[in-house]
């Protein structure tokens, strides 16, 4: 019975640290990306750079799953790294 309660606990942890915590963490960096990409073109139109303020929601989703790329890879990467 105790054999078992640890073996749940440790899929349970590595469910954790492999799926879950790299798809919050790609998450961030998905919305990150977005508002900064859409606080730019405000900025832009607000001071007349550009003509309209517009979401482009391929271009500008686009750019933001690099974001959810990036955090999502450092995330699951630091699970091997070596530990000390």
């Given at each position: 019975?105790?054999?078992i309660q640890i073996f749940d606990s440790k899929i349970r942890d590595n469910i954790?640290?492999?799926?879950?915590a790299p798809l919050l963490s790609?998450?961030?960096g998905f919305i990150i990306f977005f508002s900064t990409l859409l606080a730019a073109k405000l900025l832009g139109?607000?001071?007349g750079t550009i003509d309209q303020f517009n979401v482009e929601l391929l271009?500008?989703?686009g750019m933001s799953i690099m974001g959810f790329v990036f955090l999502f890879l450092i995330r699951f990467l630091k699970n091997y790294?070596?530990?000390e």
């Open positions: 019975m105790l054999k954790h640290n492999y799926f879950i790609g998450l961030y139109a607000l001071l271009e500008d989703a790294l070596p530990k």
